[in-house]
């Protein structure tokens, strides 16, 4: 088979992988080879086009051959699809002549799981250790870790590799087990802890000697599939909270459940969750940046978050004792908690109190997003602009919203 075939048929198996972002790293080039995953300290792009366009990360399979049976995944064993593996020299040379064409800056590779855990590991090693030594590539890498493999290889690749990632795709062992029988949750949570441990160790290695090799410098990630099991978004964001604090995680990704194929193990959605998606993404910043626990956003009794509002929003409606916050004397994080002010209007407001007195009028000139901050702020002078009633304020807060124009009604991720 021609490799461009190879490349459409594995391009396209990869895209049902969320976890694929490359920002974080700092791979410098000193001149003498290929790429610089430095030169892109915002993040680039996530995968190479069809249609010719060009994007910065070739996203692909090694093989779509597999011999699990995962009921959420189109490569699964039991799906009738054509098959294709690269050679290792194939994928090698394909990447770098992306690259000298200016369509990549990097790869992002996994593969289904051809053989058992180590070989197939080993093939994607193989691959990215030839990048870096053979062809001197200093692009970015985002490998995925096949749950199972060996320590000794998952160890080897943390130096090539950019960013790792093994996906937990579920909250409970239960959803697991159904729809991914062949795959165990102690072999997809030992290599999170094992690459947590050996992280934090390089880079403490790394404080105290200028020389030290990277190791994974962009951190690891994983991905949870949304919508296929019967999880509630408190199990979900629980997961992700521990993760965080037990591993050191740096992103976990938000899927929601595309069906792919014919597949009688998930109930046919009637769409993809992409709400539900966003906002779990949502919460999923306030709990990495914002300060919160999963318990504060929900509750047992009430575990799913709500698709008509951010889920800060729906907290502050819930804690009307917390408001309204003085801008002039709270801290940092008590800003945080206000809907409407993000990190950077925060910041703003702790930088410009040093200069003087803020009033509410100013604030929207600091980055603050007033149709929902007025209701929980004061300068001291003046207090809410309503008789603090939760419902009347859910009402009003909703309708600022629609009223937005048409080109606004992007739903907010960074303005919580």
């Not at 086009?49 to 070739?58: F, W």
């Not at 779990?280 to 919160?292: N, T, V």
């Not at 950077?344 to 000139?365: N, V």
Request: hydrophobic share 40%; glycine share 6%.
């Amino acid at each position: 088979m021609e490799t461009l075939e190879k490349l459409r048929l594995l391009a396209t198996a990869a895209r049902y992988d969320a976890s694929c972002a490359s920002s974080g790293s700092m791979r410098a080039n000193d001149g003498r080879g290929l790429g610089n995953a430095a030169t892109a300290p915002m993040g680039i792009c996530h995968s190479w086009s069809a249609d010719g366009r060009c994007v910065s990360l070739l996203k692909v399979l090694f093989s779509n051959y597999c011999l699990y049976d995962c009921a959420y995944c189109i490569n699964r064993r039991s799906n009738d699809l054509p098959r294709v593996s690269f050679r290792v020299e194939e994928l090698v040379d394909l990447t770098v002549a992306f690259y000298r064409r200016n369509y990549i800056e990097g790869l992002f590779l996994s593969s289904g799981i051809f053989a058992d855990p180590d070989t197939t590991m080993e093939a994607l090693l193989r691959v990215v250790r030839r990048l870096r030594e053979e062809e001197n590539f200093h692009g970015y890498f985002h490998l995925k870790v096949i749950p199972g493999a060996s320590h000794e290889l998952i160890h080897a690749a943390g130096f090539y590799a950019d960013r790792l990632s093994v996906n937990v795709e579920f909250a409970t062992e239960r959803s697991l087990a159904t729809l991914a029988p062949q795959k165990k949750k102690e072999t997809i949570f030992a290599p999170l802890a094992f690459l947590g441990t050996e992280i934090r160790a390089h880079r403490e290695e790394a404080k105290r000697a200028r020389r030290a090799p990277l190791f994974v410098p962009a951190g690891q990630s994983t991905q949870l599939v949304v919508g296929a099991t019967p999880e509630t978004d408190l199990a979900i964001l629980r997961l992700a909270e521990t993760l965080y604090r037990r591993v050191g995680l740096r992103r976990v990704y938000y899927s929601a459940y595309i069906p792919v194929g014919d597949e009688r193990r998930v109930p046919v959605p009637t769409g993809p969750p992409l709400r539900r998606e966003h906002r779990l993404y949502q919460a999923d910043w306030l709990i990495r940046l914002y300060g919160f626990r999963a318990e504060e956003l929900l509750a047992d009794e009430a575990p799913f978050l709500d698709p008509a509002m951010d889920p800060k929003t729906a907290w502050a409606l819930r804690h009307p004792e917390y408001f309204p916050v003085e801008v002039n004397r709270a801290d940092y994080y008590t800003l945080l908690r206000v809907p409407g002010i993000g990190l950077t209007a925060a910041r703003r407001i702790l930088a410009a109190r040093r200069e003087g007195r803020i009033h509410l009028e100013d604030l929207s000139k600091l980055g603050v997003v007033m149709r929902r901050a007025a209701y929980f702020v004061t300068d001291g002078k003046v207090g809410p602009r309503l008789p603090y009633n939760p419902m009347v304020l859910r009402q009003r807060l909703m309708a600022a919203e629609k009223d937005q124009p048409i080109g606004a009604r992007q739903l907010p991720l960074f303005d919580l």
